[in-house]
């Protein structure tokens, strides 16, 4: 007799949200891209509802008043806007806190991976019952000398720093549980946000799995990222919140990973 397996219970709700400033340039293509994705795995019956988040980082383009037409017109987009800006961490603060979903994902607006990734996401998330995802880039020739470089130094420096294995942690691809955010309260303003987050749920004893992804650089706009002013405020934050993160200890009821 063939057995079925029994199909995983859907997720009740997918909460994606952007962090943006001044993407007025791609700011309909990653909310449609988004929305797409959601569409096909309500479909499919892996996830019962959805929403789409766009966290307005005081713009100075047409990027807020894109954004509020879209979610006038459609029910699963919101948005909240920043008075100021508060730069790469304050935004992932503001969608972390603003996402109501059992299932979390952040990325950037400028769509550095293809959104079909994040339904192949979902499944590790569920097959091997890990708390939250990072994704790597596996061809990073795209994004220039320049970054590469400071990226294998920066990635270098966390996992010296505080024992990380994740290869590529400030890659904009993490999908995290409801309890990883439960649990987990970040502090930087800045770009090490990413890395925060990571350590921080390592520490505090949750399943953390890699997968590899396509990468596709910016092709509009400009990217601060590597800027010096950026990296600059990434390594005060890592060196501010060292002796905070060395004594993070597993919340009850999880173990650390080997």
Known sequence: MTVVPHAPEPFEKLSIFFPMWNEEQYIHRAV?????????LVA?????DYELIVVDDASTDATPELADAMAAADPH??????DVNRKLGGSLKTGFAAATGDVVLYTDADLPFEMTEVARALRVLQMYEVDLVSAYRLDRTGEGPRRAIYSFFYNGMVQLAFGTRIRDINFAF?????RV?????????GSFIDAELVIRAQRSGF?????????????RGVSTLSSFGVIRTMVGEMLRLRSELKHV?????SSVPS
């Not at 499919?44 to 019962?48: A, D, M, N, Q, S």
């Not at 200890?249 to 009821?253: D, I, L, S, T, Y």
């Open 32 to 40: 449609g891209a988004a929305r797409t994705v959601c569409d096909d």
């Open 44 to 48: 499919e019956g892996r996830i019962l």
């Open 77 to 82: 987009v919101r948005v909240v806007h920043h």
């Open 174 to 178: 993490k999908l995290c549980r409801r």
């Open 181 to 189: 955010l439960d649990h987990v309260t970040l502090k930087s303003e």
């Open 207 to 219: 399943q953390i799995l890699q997968i590899g992804v396509d990468y596709f650089p910016r092709t």
């Open 249 to 253: 200890v597993p919340v009850a009821g």
